[in-house]
């Protein structure tokens, strides 16, 4: 992969666009609807546009603070990898989204890894009182 030329692919675009705004609509928009989700603190992945929906609208919740900011993005012709940053009570997290699209442009792939120790902590923390929130 190499870093990204300009202007991003369409589905990179789209996929900032939601982060900015929060969109479930716009993010289920973009998820294949067998998409599979691989979280940093759940095991096994979770396949298909509903569950996926709800731990990414979870994130967005948890992660998106006003600290949150992509640092780097390497793409691909079908994948990407953007590197970000946020702070959680006090706490760096460091972290990187990996998604892979299909031909027409929908996510079918995302995993999020997240360091150090006592960030992936605090998010497994974090997300499992949004995902109660939310169910």
Do not use: C
């Amino acid at each position: 992969m190499n870093a990204h030329p300009s202007p991003l692919p369409p589905v990179l675009q789209q996929w900032h666009a939601v982060v900015r705004s929060r969109d479930p609509q716009a993010l289920a928009r973009l998820l294949h609807d067998d998409v599979v989700f691989h979280s940093p603190v759940v095991h096994t992945p979770q396949r298909g546009k509903a569950i996926t929906l709800k731990y990414l609208m979870g994130a967005m919740q948890v992660l998106n603070t006003e600290a949150f900011h992509y640092l780097r993005e390497l793409v691909g012709e079908h994948d990407a990898m953007l590197e970000f940053a946020t702070e959680l009570d006090g706490i760096q997290v460091n972290g990187i989204d990996l998604i892979r699209w299909d031909d027409q442009g929908l996510i079918v792939d995302f995993k999020v890894m997240v360091r150090p120790l006592k960030a992936i902590h605090l998010v497994h923390q974090k997300m499992g009182e949004m995902l109660q929130k939310l169910a």
